[in-house]
């Protein structure tokens, strides 16, 4: 069981910078894949980055590469996503998400996935 608490969002200006934090509870967190996906009013949950729990790889949206980078750090039991060049489009609630790390090959990016998920953080990018 992993208990995931997010933190970080805000407003900002387009162009500007967040880094968001997901604080993890629960054991053996680094055996956990981990992703951020983020949802905006009347459309599904949307995978933004993964981070594979062997360190291996990680993986992002094609709307985000380049301009956000997620990290993972097992001794602290913390995610992070660092928001770079955000656009008014990045506005959206965003979730930190976890799900047992060694059923899959990489980061899976359907929200079906992950079995483990944070209460949301809003990011609102102004124009």
């Known amino acids: 069981q992993v208990h995931l608490v997010e933190s970080g969002g805000g407003l900002v200006q387009s162009g500007g910078s967040l880094r968001l934090s997901c604080a993890a509870s629960?054991?053996?967190?680094?055996?956990?894949?981990v992703a951020w996906f983020r949802r905006t009013p009347g459309k599904e949950r949307e995978f933004v980055a993964g981070f594979h729990w062997s360190a291996s790889s990680t993986n992002y949206s094609n709307s985000v590469k380049g301009r956000f980078t997620i990290d993972k750090n097992n001794v602290e039991n913390m995610v992070y996503l660092q928001m770079n060049s955000l656009k008014p489009e990045d506005t959206a609630v965003y979730y930190c998400?976890?799900?047992?790390?060694?059923?899959?090959?990489?980061?899976?990016?359907?929200?079906?996935?992950?079995?483990?998920w944070g209460q949301g953080t809003q990011v609102t990018v102004a124009a």
């Open positions: 998400a976890a799900t047992f790390g060694l059923k899959y090959r990489t980061s899976p990016t359907s929200p079906s996935d992950y079995d483990f």
């Open positions: 629960g054991r053996a967190f680094s055996t956990y894949t």
